[in-house]
């Protein structure tokens, strides 16, 4: 890959591995490194591949293709990785990221440790140099210690030198993937190795079916029982739905949870939909509310992480004032920030499950002096915020154009939502409510930008239902090229870009008057004109009803349309939510 094929001594032939297995040798019927890959891939149900082709991984890709396997090449491998983590998530089954080696693997990295941060299951595979050149050092093409770099930043990283271990090497990867807490493996294959020639039989006999990959993990009975006397003492309980219960697909027991116990609940974001948003139990609205003044809180497959103020401060109250239980599959999660009087280990739907039996008919529903409260401050709340939505100014601000996304997705529930950006994500977190489990994608536990088009493309070829990609102009920027992949496969992909000129807002100067401000961009750029460039649709909307035409009409065709949505350049506060995690100089320098 990114080789400058002139001058060189070589022919990028030689460090190309192609595959030479020949039907028409005589003798046993040979296979090879390349066939061995795909056919234990496809043995264990992996259909779809995202990648970038380049040494050595080539003809990799194109037999994968050959042989059924669904191969979408990307611009970059950094998108291809983030398609794979969100194909994870989706589907519990590890997503495929493939790509050369060093700087595509490099690439590939940041995808991989964001889905290990996420818990998303995923399987970096990278074509490496030879294990000779590289462990003395001796300058190969694209030379680096791979499976070194990747440990530190993955669940687990393997490597395989012999063609009879590639069944087993998959199988490790996939079981890593995919068990206990999942998260991101990496698989190192040397160029050496995919056309490493042994016998069809002896390969067919290696390789390894993955059975049970997520073994339940069923709580044990005391732990059951503790959490729900805690449950039951309680006053002004709470449950918060993080996205590890969304992933677990146990969407009927924790809807069963909620509705039977009558606890209100909060989802975090990519738990939203889990239970439609206009639940009547969701506290979603009332969140600040509810996390202060709740005094027993269970969380269901959520981290007391930053998203949570780590479970204490102001956000939580006065110190000491409430309980926590928590349910999730990774024991060393507990305690983690704070004290768990009731830890319940195990994955969502056993643990779930458990606890709906123990509930008994003697189950209360929680006093309705919490419940009425919490009504009162939801409505509240909404009230306040519908009159925003329908502000219809030219420039639009934020809530105006999200009010208009906001009833699309209302009357399209199936379709999936990708969000990134700051402002543009926050307000969209709050103002568009979801309806279906899974269907909210955004960049999760560490806040990344950059997820959009590889999570948007994943989507589209996942599920076949239409995606929804809300951006920030400068989100958008970070995975903007793979548009044409979006329109060279054809993909049912709506993009919105609320472009307001710049990071955070379009309006910062340099002082100096030399250069433009360090977070504006071009000011009106036109967006809509990268997705015509490739055949796509591209659309200006100034307005929300012109924003809503166009999106409609796009879900409609399922055509890949880009629609540049002008916003306010005044609209938009730095950082949005999470100005107080930006720190800012107070010191004035003498001049
Ligand atoms: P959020 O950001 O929505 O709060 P997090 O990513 O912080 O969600 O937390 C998800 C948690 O869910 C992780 O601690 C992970 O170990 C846990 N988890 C993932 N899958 C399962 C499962 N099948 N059963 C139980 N817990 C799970
Ligand atoms: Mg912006």
Redesign the pocket.
Known sequence: MDRNTTDQSFTESEFNAESVTNAEDTGPEQTDGFHLVIDALKLNGIDTIYGVPGIPITDLGRMAQAEGMRVISFRHEQNAGNAAAIAGFLTKKPGICLTVSAPGFLNGLTALANATT??FPMILISGSSEREIVDLQQGDYEEMDQLAIAKPLCKAAFRVLHAADIGIGVARAIRAACSG??GGVYLDLPAKLFSQVIDAETGAKSLVKVIDPAPAQLPAPAAVKRALDVLKGAKRPLLVL???AA??QADEEVRALVERSGIPYVP????KGLLPDTHEQSAGAARSMVLKDADVVVLV???L?W?LSHGKGKTWGEPGSKKFIQ????PK?MDSNVEIVAPLVG??GSCVSALLEGMGDDWKAPPAEWTDGIKARKDANLSKMSAKLLKNSTPMDFHGALGALRTIIKERPDAILVNEGANTLDLARSVIDMYQPRKRLDVG?WGVMGIGMGFAIAAAVETGKPVLAVEGDSAFGFSGMEVETICRYNLPVCIVIFNNNGIYRGTDTDPTGRDPGTTVFVKDSRYDKMMEAFGGIGVNATTPDELARAVNEAMDSGKPTLINAVIDPNAGTESGNIGSLNPQSTVKKKK
């Not at 975090?268 to 738990?271: F, H, L, R």
């Open positions: 996420n818990c807490r999942p993080g996205k590890g992933y677990a975090m974001s990519m738990a497959g959520a981290r992480n998203l349910i999730d599959i990774e999660e994955d969502i536990t």
